[in-house]
């Protein structure tokens, strides 16, 4: 996945730690597809879109063909923040760090636990 941005890091990470079996329990455990749209500076501005399918197990670059259960759109650094539990994803929602389209209850599954543990980035 080409990209510019350092969260790219962390979602080539989660794809591989989706074909692990604790990736795999957190896909049937969540079910849900996650639309990321992340933006280098500014939420909206020159956006990278990326796809964490947790349905099937994958993480892609581009925007989901379907509707995704919940699309979120946020900095790279403070999507980072949130990934590797350095922000609480409410605190980031509420000032408005994080921007949340789709079902709200779906956005809750959406926590640090489903992500591999950052070894380097």
Known sequence: MESSLQSAGLLEQMKIHLSTDAGKEVTNKIGLVYQLNIAPKKIGVDEEIFVVDLKQGKVTKGPYDGKPDAT??????????????????????????????????????????????????
């Not at 980031?92 to 779906?106: E, T």
């Open 72 to 121: 979120f759109s946020f900095t790279d650094k403070d999507f980072l923040s949130i990934a590797t539990g350095k922000m609480n994803p409410q605190i980031a929602f509420i000032r408005g760090a994080m921007k949340i389209k789709g079902s709200i209850s779906a956005a809750q599954k959406f926590t640090p636990d489903i992500f591999p543990k950052p070894s380097k980035l």
